[in-house]
């Protein structure tokens, strides 16, 4: 069961290194940035970049092991009608393992599809719906797998600009979460339950929407967050084991993109021992090139 879980923490490793998208998501008041672990629950124009490193434990075969995995992505999706889009993702990758040949190439191609069913700016709450797949074979031997991954995924978002005055602090405060289960085309590979949740305070939203405090730029386009990004095994002898990162980190936003930096601290002994980092740049197609690349095709 070790040697599941191990594999299992590194390719959860992997993908919370480069997600398959992300999108620019806008409920009243309250902009849901596009977070590097836990996709938000919008759909937009939008072309994101991302590096990643963590180091994972290996397998029972050479104890106290580990792999280091260095990641290069590049998302980009696109919008069809304004609620529904597509986004197409690749990464390269390099793992170096204890006492094993460094290994490295393209991941298996990804695909995803999102539908934004519903939005109360009022309340400042969306909610969407989606499918992410890897597609088996598509990427190198080396690093891709030969099976292929669908995930019928649940997104949705709450900011907490509805609260009274009396917690007029609380305000900037919103929350993200996604549930999706993962099936696999090989039935010997195990399926899984992906689930994530993000915690932010939006600096933004407190000058404009709270009140100013003066604070100085770039802090006050700064937000702070938390994401909790895991993995449940659901199938298999590694049924009911949970691996994750716990990300703490910080987003800088402007109209046209955004900056983020996060660590990645593992949430339990079978998600490894070492802090990773992740580090993105993410453009906003649909504020840039509004009446052209940047506005849905229908």
Not at 139 to 155: D, H, L, N, R
Not at 180 to 186: E, F, M, P, V
Not at 240 to 269: D, H, K, Y
């Amino acid at each position: 069961m070790r040697n599941v879980l191990t594999r299992a923490a590194l390719g959860l490793a992997i993908a919370s290194l480069t997600p398959l998208g992300h999108a620019h998501a806008i409920a009243g008041n309250r902009i849901f940035p596009a977070t590097m672990a836990v996709d938000d629950p919008g759909v937009g124009d939008e072309l994101d970049f991302q590096f990643g490193h963590i180091r994972t434990p290996n397998d029972d075969d050479n104890p106290g092991s580990s792999a280091s995995v260095n990641s290069w992505s590049t998302n980009y999706a696109k919008t069809i009608t304004p609620n529904l889009a597509l986004s197409i993702g690749t990464n390269y990758s390099n793992q170096r393992s204890t006492g094993n040949p460094t290994v490295k190439g393209f991941d298996n191609l990804g695909l995803g599809i999102k539908y934004m069913m519903y939005v109360n700016p009022v309340h400042e709450f969306m909610l969407s719906v989606g499918v992410d797949s890897e597609i088996g074979g598509s990427g190198s031997k080396a690093i891709g797998s030969s099976y292929s991954t669908y995930t019928p995924t649940i997104y949705a978002g709450k900011g907490f600009g509805d609260l009274p005055d009396t917690l007029n602090w609380l305000r900037p405060f919103a929350v993200t979460a996604t549930l999706g289960q993962q099936y696999a085309s090989d039935r010997s590979v195990p399926n899984a339950l992906n689930w994530g949740v993000t915690l932010q305070y939006s600096l933004p939203y407190l000058q404009s929407f709270v009140k100013n405090i003066g604070l100085p730029k770039p802090i006050s386009n700064m937000i702070p967050v938390v994401e909790l990004a895991m993995s449940t095994c659901t199938s298999g002898s590694c049924s009911g084991q949970t691996t994750g990162t716990i990300n703490p980190g910080v987003l800088w936003e402007s109209r046209a993109m955004q900056i983020g930096l996060e660590a990645q601290i593992p949430a339990n002994r079978a998600s490894g021992h070492s802090i990773g980092v992740l580090l993105q740049t993410h453009f906003f197609f649909d504020d840039i090139f509004p009446h052209s690349i940047g506005k849905p095709i229908f």
